[in-house]
């Protein structure tokens, strides 16, 4: 074992507040793992929340684990040390149960190398009782399990709050139980678990999926557990750590799920329906936060559409406390709640236009007109805000070259805008594209739609970027579409896509290398256009919505035509709401 990294972890340990240390003796021992590292692993509430989770249990311990930095590595290797957990600085293959906290599908290939550095065979098929038990959850895993289906023992595929603790506590109970048959048990006691090995994939001949069958005593359709209220699960930072990418922030979640349909966005179908905290119980969350002395970070998948925003906001500001928020919403941002952010120290704002044109966010069902853009921007100066960020997706269904042409010129009239209405010195000091490839996602209207390729991507940036060219005051931000070609691959590949992802990591990272050696051609699963009845590799998970439904708001995307946001008191238009809703 390394001392050097034995003192790094505790040294890392030390600086931090809430982490929880405790003794094994009787508990069953759970390495919560981040497949990315350390700094990054640290700013994901989610990954805190289930770490705090797991540890509520009188009869587990939990401790944490984060894929080396290349500096670490390096050591890692020199040592020939197993990669180990932070708390107890402990191997991996000393836990009972090894669990992937998924966010996003890069972060699949760290799956593979943290396994290899814990000395863990990769396949699931090649561990027996002598290994942990490998299992993974998060929002990725919710979407489309089956890219790294052979490599994980179990899943659970919902929201942790609902049957969370209940999935690890299982294994406390079936540890000295044969494996097999305590995976078919726990299938069928709790819902939202996923035991690949026990589903058969039959393809047609041209390599679409004909079927997927579960071995004896699996369910057919998984159900996904979603929590109705969330009131009595707090969601709030629970270890402040030095280093971590929001280390002076102290994140607290005010809400959930989304009922605005933007066609695009897969959190907003699988965390339907919207939830809010109340102000109540958000005012005892954010109360460590303020003693601490730490900027309160506002998040939620629709923020602004919280019923009591701004006298959350007000509150806080009140208090003293600084505040920070995600992307607003341009049509529910005025003046008032600009200058209670200025109050709170607020000095960036981003709006999500995500496409230029009317025309083109009435396709994605943004529900976003240029004159609400232009308003916010007049409100945002009016309270003296300097910085404005503006999100936009390159690629979506239907985008054309105009429509790209229209984030330049939506980006310049905003600009003008403000100046104007300045008389020539605007105080908005600068304006930030920050321009994304639009990746098709499954659970939502677009899971039909191709990705639009690299080549083209490469040349919509271009077009923007040489439209704003000289523009003073403007920065174009964008992503690298190959990154997003393969974040593709993983969205909406199935179980033979795990093949190429373990020529990656064989490759050490290298996709292009792995694509060329690969009988699979990736083209298949990115670029190719869906038929209505193919069947999907996730349709065997239930969020609740109605496949039907999905196709229904593409063939309106097309035309098109918009939808209206989910009522407040629910309904029947997706199946969310509805009692006993399965997936059709």
Known sequence: MSKKIKAHLSGLLARERGAIVREWGHRLPVALVYPHEYAVGMSNLGFQTVYHLINEHPDLTCERVFLPSQDELEEYQRSQTPLLSLESQRPLTDFAVVAFSLSFEPDYLNVLKIL???????????????????????????????????????????????????????FLEARHRDRAASFRS?????????????????YHPDGTLRAFTPAPGFPAVVTAPHPGNLEAYPVQSRLLAPGAEFSRMFLVEINRGCGRGCRFCAAGFVYRPLRHRSLAGLETAWQEGLASGAKIGLVGTAVTDHPELKEIVGRLTASGAQVGLSSLRADCADA?????????????????????????RRVINKNLMAADLEQAVLALQDAGLSQLRLYFLLGLPTETRHDVDEIAKLTK????????????????????????????????????APFAGVAELKERIKRVKRALQGESRLRVHADLPKWAYYQALLSRGDRRVADL????????????????????????????????????????????????????EYQKALAGQQTPPCPPNGCRRCGVCQPDSQTS
């Open 116 to 170: 290899d550095l814990a000395r863990l065979p990769l396949l699931a098929a090649q561990r027996d009782e002598r290994f942990p038990v490998v299992v993974a959850g998060g929002v990725a895993a919710m979407l489309n399990p089956e890219p790294l289906a052979p490599f994980i023992d179990a899943f659970f595929l919902g929201e942790a709050e609902s049957g969370g603790q209940e999935f690890f506590a299982y």
């Open 186 to 202: 726990l299938a069928q006691r709790l819902p939202g678990v996923y035991i690949p090995a026990a589903y058969q994939p039959d």
């Open 336 to 360: 008032e709640l600009f200058a209670l952010l200025k109050q709170g120290g607020v000095k960036s704002v981003a709006l999500a236009p995500e496409a230029g044109s009317d025309r083109l």
């Open 413 to 448: 009239h905003l600009q003008h805008c403000a100046t104007k209405a300045a008389a020539g010195s605007s105080r908005l000091a600068g304006i930030t594209l920050s321009l994304n490839s639009f990746v098709p996602k499954p659970f939502t209207p677009f899971q039909w």
């Open 501 to 552: 992802l373990r020529q990656a990591h064989q490759a050490d990272g290298d996709w292009a290398q792995a694509c060329r050696q690969s009988p699979l051609n990736p083209d298949f699963f990115v670029l190719r256009p869906r038929a209505r009845e193919e069947l999907f590799p996730w349709d065997f998970i239930n969020h609740g919505i109605s496949k039907a439904y999905l196709w229904e």
